[in-house]
């Protein structure tokens, strides 16, 4: 009796494990920021898109092919050429996903790697062709305005295929190396330009001092001509006697010098 019952519980658990395990494989988990698509053997890819969870499936029948739709960082770069026929090496970094409820037409027609086989050719693209439209200098100068055409552009594009970009940005800008050297070669006579127009104020500006001091003594040597002229050796002796007054102010303030009355010849008046 006790065998018996040791066999139906035996046959009942293993039942349970046959059943765990069937049920176990009909099960498949979507974690969270990914969406799944049901590949159906006889029907083909179904429409329905599963979200976040755990979900039935018919195993051999069915199998689910799960996608990312969080953002994610791509780097593309290209080669092209500017309105001045210049070469543009030139890098765009893009956030990128799918739209969820196109999923199965991404699927579809363009398989797992969409992002291989859409991003590299539409930012390409669509890259030489708004490069295009400007020159080199223009690149440089009008950055923002030829971000934001390359990024419209660009999500117009990419929205074709489903494929939503977040943000598009320009990392890297480069020209060819004989731009660089021109460009360089610029600056350096722009440099030597500024020094020249410099040096040529400072000369000017000091041509000028020298005649505005020249008409200065010019005009002194006048007035002093005209006065000697109306007050003869009266100014002379004028000058002569301010003169010895600034001298004897001079010497009454240095130390170790002493005046002596007229006709005394030392320091001491001793009684002979």
């Known amino acids: 009796m006790a ?5 139906r519980i035996g046959q009942l658990g293993l039942g349970v494990a046959v059943v765990g395990g069937v049920v176990n494989s009909a099960l498949y988990n ?7 698509v049901i590949f159906d053997r006889f029907s083909g890819v179904k429409q329905q898109v599963s979200g976040e969870g755990t979900h039935f499936f018919v195993p051999w029948v069915q199998r689910p092919i799960i996608f990312d739709i969080r953002s994610q960082p791509r780097n593309v770069p290209v080669v092209t050429g500017s309105k001045d026929l210049q070469n543009v090496n030139i890098t765009l970094r893009i956030l990128f996903r799918p739209v969820p409820d196109q999923l199965p037409k991404i699927y579809t027609i363009l398989g797992q790697d969409y992002d291989e086989r859409v991003l590299p050719s539409i930012t390409t693209e669509v890259l030489k062709a708004v490069v295009a ?3 080199a200098g223009e690149l440089i100068t009008q950055r923002e305005m030829v971000s934001q055409k390359v990024s419209d552009d660009l999500t117009e594009r990419a929205a074709q295929f489903g494929v939503i ?12 190396k004989e731009f660089t050297q021109a460009v360089e070669m610029k600056q350096v006579a722009q440099q030597e330009a500024e020094k020249a127009r410099f040096l040529v104020e400072k000369a000017e500006q000091m041509k000028q001092a020298a005649i505005i001091t020249a008409e200065g003594d010019a005009e002194a040597a006048k007035m002093l001509a005209r006065s000697l002229k109306e007050s003869g050796d009266g100014l002379i002796e004028l000058r002569r006697i301010e003169a010895a007054e600034d001298i004897a102010y ?3 303030r240095a130390r170790g010098v002493s005046y002596l009355p007229a006709g005394q010849q030392t320091l001491l008046n001793i009684p002979q």
Do not use: K, P
């Open 3 to 7: 065998t018996q019952f040791l066999n």
């Open 133 to 135: 439209q400007f020159d």
């Open 165 to 176: 970009l977040d943000d598009i940005s320009i990392t890297h800008l480069t020209f060819g």
């Open 250 to 252: 001079q010497m009454s």
């Open 30 to 36: 979507v974690d969270g920021g990914h969406r799944a």
